[in-house]
């Protein structure tokens, strides 16, 4: 199973924002950010060879500061946006901007990919995602399957709705929504929902999930308690317009099934520490990947509550054949579900893990410590979801 | 020739009674008789010279003698055969005397007799002409006779006759008469006797209307005897005769049966709802408390059976209700006996009776065998549920005994019902309900055992709660000194080790004291314990299942719900009860679990049949509950520090930070905590087992810790020309230290416990330290902060490297995360550490 091996690729700085390309579905290309406060920050694009198992990375500078987060355009390529902190007069601010790749950046990282660590070229700033007031950008979110004019930016309490103007040069707000409560009121998290024809958010914080119709920007639905402590992440099923999976610092993933907020559909709690982050897969949903601060990745096999909780059974024997490290996970679930393996090449915490837009059984995770790490779904279980 | 003559003369003329004696043997010589015997005569028979032989020669004799004898010996010869010969005269002559004396006297009787007969045959001829002459005068005197007679037979016959005409023409007005004394056995009697007559007359207009007339009375008389039977105030035995009165009156059998079973029935309805209304009336918590006080009165009441019930028809249903043994020996007494007399009389009435008598109706026992049965199992049924009514009513668990007495009189008081209708399903069904009721029993006994245990659990908590005020204040007071802090938390929360022997006692006891209980059910003096599907098969394997192993589950389960529910809502449960509750699930698992088991095994003599959960199946599942309890514990705990830390990070501007001077008042009340946490769980788990480390090892790792590998990675970090070493000295340090699990299982030790806490929040403190930035006086703060940390907190885990690498990547993240990084002087760190 040689190309089965994790391909593992170092930064040089310490990392945790990382996107698929989403634009990009030809190539498997996964967008890297970098913090440190000392240099200047990078943006590394890294390719990945799936014939030859070969990474090919390139980078741009990213001098506004260290990105916290980073997600690319669903419609062009080139243009991604970035949280980062920014150190002035002895404060830091969290801003967002949406930026351009400078159009070459391929071509001169193929002829000599040594200069482009030592001469890297520089994004190209589109516009500040900033209405004016002072406030920490947590995240921005790119209307999913859009043409790339909307986005969304978490920003304190706010969740603000940007309007991209022609070539994306200038964003207004088109309309915001605020949070008005007690207690901890910065949203840690957000996702687009791509049901309802885009028409819904999901929002995190502290240990409550909050649903937003857009349209009205009104809250829709709070899971309150969602978890015993910090919510991390969300994510939407990209099949099951109900299905929402979440993670926090309980160090569970739960799924949720959002007209009934009251009791988790699922629970798993596999990780030895907080859970950073989860994600489906675009295609197959049953599978989801989890990332966290124990420096491990968890693998799941979600038949049950995936939109194709029939499409094939998992036994036991054939399973264990595929990987040596999974641990089955009977006492939650005797029926199918079941952790598909454990990735252990992390030494650090994994705060991020994406799917490939590309490859639907590749995806890349990214530790604290600057290590990416690039693997694929078993061959087994992929054969049989298959098949 | 003198020889001759006097031999021949010696011959004849003999006589002398020693002749006599030879004469005798020669006569019976002569006759063959002889007494010698043959050898004898053998000798004699051949020698011709024996005088005495058969073949004697004279002739020959004589000339021997003439030869061989002298002269003197023949002259003496001669003398002795002249005496011989005169002897044997003699002898002649007598013997001849004797015959003809005797020859005389015959002739003299053969005369005598041939005159008296002649005489007897004159008189036999005067008798039989007597004979005839009396024969022919008796002939005579029938002849005249014969006619008489005849008459005489006759008239004798017309008398009976008109006797028995008699009879049957009196026969109204005596049945009338009989009617009006209500003598209704002889008029039956009477009726009996005429009937067939009548039936068989009845072609005559005269007979006719005597029976006519004796049917319109017997009519009657039925009809009065119908009343009386269906008026029913009549005793049992008025109203068997009445039956049995009724049966020979060609009643038909099969109405008579449905009469006397209605009525019967309407009787035992009245005991029955007597005791229905005994039922209703509830009241709930009075009646228990009542209950002695009631069953004294009702033993002293209890004397007679009548008695009792006219007391109860006396006062109607407001009665206050009565303890379940009063209305179990009510039932018993009332019910069950009365209709134990029903079923006899019936059978005596219909079964035995009718197969004493009734040869014609033949069916009639089986008929009215049925019709019992049917009658017996519908008040049973009735009766049952009245029963199974008040049982369910004793919800109490106080008073086991009580309930077993009552089990055990309705179960004896059924038996008897068996013997007498071998057939019946009524004492099955009987049984059926005492095992139920024991059943049920069984699991109220079950849910009181689960409220105890809420309830003792509950006291717990409380009891916890008032002495962590204690503890809070006594570690406030014990304030700065942190050696003073274990000594005088440890004299506050004296309850927790108490508190774990005294919950675990109580709760020993309780299931004791219900397994004796219970075990009253089993007693040898209870007889339905005898019963072989309730000893072995139902109860006692129930006993173990559904009452011991269900509890030690629900424990088990109840332990795991505290795990869960709180995990989400946010600690509603005190940490303190988390761990004693682990420290009983664990001590349920090394030995209460096999102690209890062992003991109701023993109480109930098991043979299991079905298969029983094994002991060990319930040891791992306690020792599963304790360790998800211990390790709630350890997360609860490691959060309420972890908060405690997060706060301290989150809240605090890191950049725009004075110089510290001070070590942070959150890392003393951290220090705080963890020690009081650490004599928290000393007091009830084993100080396990830690990597041996020297004496003064605060000091010694702290000097390594902070003076080269620090320095060196501050330096790789600082410097910009090597961005990379950063990383590789981290991860080549990684590399050769074990992966920390931080949410991982712990061991059932204080050490472990401890360790799991501390890596809980230092691994919060690092994750925490990495979201923000720093400056250079906020580095130096953390670096004050760990090493406060550091000088603690080694203590209290296992293996203390692990405390210097949390820190040591705290302080590393700290200074990446640090625009202006400048650490702190490592002796000036000890100072404020020191002073702090």
Redesign the interface.
Known sequence: MEDDAPVIY?L???ARALTAQTGETDAIRFLVGTQ????DNQIHIIDFDDENNVINKNVLLHQAGEIWHISASPADKAVLSTCY?K?SD???VSCAAVWRMPSDWETGSIESPDDSVHNPQTLELLCHLDDGNTRNSACVLWEPLGDGKRLISLADNHAILWDLQESSSQATISSTATWEGKGQLKFTSGKWSPHHNCSQLATANDTAIRGWDLRTMSQIYCID?AH??LVRDLDFNPNRQYYLASCGD??KVKFWDVRNVQEPVKTLEE????VWSVRYNHSHDQLVLTAS???RLILSNMVSISSEPFGHLVDDEELSEGEDNHQEDKGKEPLKDSVVSTY?EH???VYAVEWSSADPWLFASLS???RLVINRVPRSLKYRILL | MDGDADSSGAVSEDSGPGRKRRVHGMLKLYYGLNEEGKAEEQPTSLDPCDINGPHFDPEHFLNKLRRECSLAELMDQETCMVKQIRSLDSDMQTLVYENYNKFISATDTIRKMKNDFKKMEDEMDCLSANMAAITKFSACISGTLQDQHAQITKLSGVHTLLRKLQFLFELPARLNKCLELQAYAQAVRSHRHARCVLQQYSHLPSFKGIQDDCHAIMDKLAQELRQKFRDGGSSAKDLSECVELLLQLDEPAEELCDKFLSHAQSRLQSDLQGLEAEIRPYPSASAVKDASAHRLSSAAAAGSLTDNSSNTSAIPSPTPNTDILEFIDRGCNEFVSSLCLVITSYQELFINHAQKVDLASKNIPQMANGKLQAFVDDLAAHYFSLVEQRIQQEKGVADNSLLVRALDRFHRRLQAVAKLLPGSAVPNRGTEIVIRAATERVKQYLSALQTFYMDSLTDVRQALATPRLSVASASVAGGGSLLGGPTSARDAPNSLPELLSSLSASILNQIKSVLASVHLFTAKDITFSNKPYFKVVTFCSGVRESLVVSFIKFVCQSSRQFCESAGDKGGSTPPALLLLLSRICLDYETSTISYILTLTDEQFLAQHHSPVTPVTTLCAEAREAAQKLLNHYVKVQGLIISQMLRKSVETRDWVNTIEPRNVRAVMKRVVEDTTSIDVQVGLLYEEGVRKAHSSDSSKRTFSVYSSSRQQARYAASYTPSAPMDTNLLSNIHKLFSERIDIFSSVEFNKVSVMTGIIKISLKTFLECVRLRTFGRYGLQQIQVDCHYLQMYLWRFVSDENLVHFLLDEIVGSSAHRCVDPAPMEQSVIEVICERG
Do not use: A, M
Request: hydrophobic letters at 15%.
């Open positions: 170092g040089e700085f310490q440190s406060l000392k240099f902190n150190t002895s404060r830091v308690n015993g402590q309980d160090c990780h030895s520490h907080w601060s124990d420096s252990e030494e650090d915490s604290y410590d600057g």
